[in-house]
């Protein structure tokens, strides 16, 4: 089956990529088993080396990366290189990992007891079309590092970063069939890849509905599962922070990638006494924000990533918005940032539902405890913001909101040396930080008697 990628920037097809038949999943997953078990016997040290060599591959790449991510996603060029490094980085990262993945040895009567930490086998990481480079990374990266074949099956939407990653982890030394890129359908070669006996593990990053669809299948057969599902995160601002500073980043915390981030702010919670002098702050922030071309520099914020998608986000924008940003005019999927705040905004759906585009609703709050009240007024917890200049209020607020990462007086709180993840519908188990590897290994105990 064929697929036309589109440039979302100019509604034109960049590339008719081969989608993958459920019969060439097979034979992928079948690659991909002979080549685990080369791979995992690697010693700790050359797997490391490759690893640092498919990572100065992909920085030896960057400019060309980006391009693609440009013309394939729509990404402003300054955050798509940000991407491409990204990459770089999580493969330098992780490529510290295999001589770093120590065992145990436990004290036992009559004998010694030691554990060691084995691969799983084959992982299929299954990327989704907002974060073309990183998440593929994110999933690919400590599965490789811990001994395991991935097979990453990118969204039908973008899938030419992923393939020429691909190419350049060939290129780097990397075994055939150790990584595989395989374009498809998610019923298609998505649900094989989940279906499949001889893949091990899933890591999935989308939809609520197909990671509830994955959990499910992978149950029925005991296989692994690390899901990231979405969020509708808060950034809650108190009377006492920096308002300017405040004012001046949320339109980052929530336009960002156009609204299409998990981790997008989109609900803004300003206390009440201070909430009319926040939005008079806000307005100019937020039409500051350049949306354009995103092959430009000075682009901050491209288009949606298709027609279908700026529809959907279109219907969650009443008549009467508080008010918007500007977007180009002409071909290409573009939507202006809004703001949607007043009396009723939080029985509005774009306050309840996962808009995914550059949408964003304020509310008042009273205190502490209705703040947290309408934080966790959500079945996602994924991620969220606390502005305060009262460190102990800061703490306390971390932790009764009910969210997987949190910064305080910050917008961001991704980092790849740290736990990444959800609580609630936002997913299970966790990504990134020093402990991945954890995912992608199980503990084997062996007891030997002395005695």
């Known amino acids: 089956m064929d697929f036309d990628v589109i440039n979302p920037a100019t509604g034109k097809v960049v590339e008719t990529v081969t989608l993958a038949s459920a019969e060439e999943t097979d034979a992928a997953v079948e690659r991909a088993r002979r080549a685990y078990g080369t791979w995992r016997n690697v010693a700790p040290g050359d797997r490391a080396r490759l690893l ?14 980006a391009a693609l991510e440009v013309a394939n996603a729509g990404h402003p060029v300054g955050q798509a290189r940000w991407e491409a490094g990204n990459v770089r980085d999580v493969l330098s990262y992780y490529a510290a990992a295999p001589e770093r993945q120590f065992g145990r040895q436990i004290p036992v009567p009559g004998g010694l007891d030691v554990t060691f930490a084995e691969p799983l086998g084959v992982v299929a990481v299954i990327v989704p079309w907002n974060f073309p480079m990183p998440i593929l990374a994110w999933g690919a990266a400590p599965a490789l590092a811990a001994g395991n074949a991935v097979i990453v099956k990118p969204a039908e939407l973008t899938p030419l970063t992923a393939r020429r ?5 060939l290129d780097a030394g990397i075994p055939e069939g150790v990584l595989q890129i395989l374009p498809g359908a998610g019923p298609v070669a998505g649900a094989r890849l989940v279906e ?3 893949v091990a593990k899933i890591v999935f990053t989308g939809s609520t509905r197909v990671g509830k669809e994955i959990m499910s299948a992978a149950g029925s057969r005991v296989k692994r599962v690390t899901l990231e599902l979405g969020g509708k995160n808060a950034n809650i601002v108190f009377a006492d922070a920096d308002l300017e500073r405040a004012a001046a ?3 980052y915390a929530v336009f960002d990638n156009a609204g299409q981030d998990c981790c997008a702010r989109s609900r803004l919670l300003v206390q009440r006494e201070v909430h009319d002098r926040f939005l008079e702050l806000l307005e100019p922030a937020v039409a500051g924000v350049v949306v354009g ?22 219907s969650y924008v009443p008549d009467e918005v508080a008010f918007r940003g500007s977007a180009p005019d002409g071909p290409g999927f573009y939507f202006p940032p809004t703001v949607l705040a007043g009396p009723g905004v ?18 008042p709050f009273d205190d ?5 009240r309408l934080a966790n007024d959500t079945p996602y917890g994924l991620a969220g913001s606390i502005w305060t200049r009262d460190l102990g209020r800061g703490i306390r607020m971390a932790r009764a909101v009910e969210a997987g990462n949190l910064s305080v007086n910050s917008h961001s709180a991704v980092r790849f040396w740290t736990p990444f993840g959800g609580f609630k519908r936002s997913g299970l188990g966790r990504e990134l930080g020093p402990d991945a590897l954890d995912a992608f290994t199980e503990t084997k105990n062996v007891f030997i008697a002395t005695d």
């Open 165 to 169: 990653i691909g190419e350049l982890a």
């Open 368 to 372: 502490e405890a209705d703040a947290v």
């Open 52 to 65: 640092r060599a498919f990572a100065a591959a992909v920085d030896a790449h960057v400019g060309e990366l």
């Open 249 to 251: 980043t949320a339109p």
């Open 346 to 363: 939080t029985d509005l759906p774009a306050w309840h539902d996962e808009v995914f585009g550059p949408v964003v609703t304020v509310a």
């Open 196 to 198: 499949h006996p001889d």
């Open 293 to 314: 071309d995103p092959a430009d520099p000075a682009t901050e914020m491209g288009p949606l990533i298709s027609a279908a998608h700026r529809a959907r986000v279109a």
